[in-house]
């Protein structure tokens, strides 16, 4: 059985822009596990609509901390094997606290702050094929939308900018 992973993520420019999708990459690096990357666009495509995805051995696994439960298992990793009980719940605590209220202010600032949109736009643009490019301001504007009403159900949407980066400060590691 081929136990190469094909690791389906975003385009990387230099630096790697999906938080879940660098999760999982790093985590293969630090764990020497075989794998390869194949980046696409389209999340569409992943079994959750949300990037990133392994396959492996023909089976399809979404979701970064899933992903990890995975290898972990199926490898018998010991990475976290010398933490106690304690630490392993500190951790927990702050992978969420990142990956769910974290995660939301930056993502707030990419595409609903007029004021670092442009940027993100750019850096954005320059990943897309040529033919998508014609199409990404109707693209930008219906991803903006669904952010956006996102946000509002996650209620750090009713917010000012200022009060969603206060949010953010907060729970930054100084
Ligand atoms: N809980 C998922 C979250 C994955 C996620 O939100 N991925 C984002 C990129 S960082 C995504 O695919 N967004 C595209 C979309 O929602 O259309 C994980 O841990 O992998």
Redesign the pocket.
């Known amino acids: 059985m081929e136990e190469r992973i094909t690791l389906y993520q ?1 385009p990387r420019p230099k630096i790697n822009l ?4 660098m999760k999982v990459e790093v985590f293969m690096r630090m764990t020497s596990i075989p794998y390869e990357i194949k980046e696409i666009l389209n ?1 569409g495509q992943a079994p959750q ?4 995805y392994i396959i492996h051995q023909g089976q399809k696994i ?4 899933h992903i990890i439960d995975y290898l972990s298992s199926h490898f018998s990793l010991t990475l976290d094997n010398h933490l106690t009980q304690e630490q392993l719940a500190i951790g927990h605590a702050v992978s969420i606290m990142l ?1 769910e209220r974290l995660r939301w202010c930056i993502v707030y600032s990419r595409w609903l702050d007029r004021r670092y949109w442009l940027s993100f736009k750019n850096i954005a643009l320059n990943l897309v094929p040529v033919p998508i490019k014609t199409i990404f301001p109707i693209l930008a504007i219906r991803n903006k939308r669904r952010i956006a009403a996102t946000l509002n159900y996650n209620g750090i949407g009713k917010f000012s900018p200022e009060q969603i980066y206060t949010f953010g400060k907060k729970i930054s590691i100084q």
């Open positions: 975003f999906s938080f879940f999708c999340p609509g949300k990037l990133p979404p979701d970064s901390s990956e």
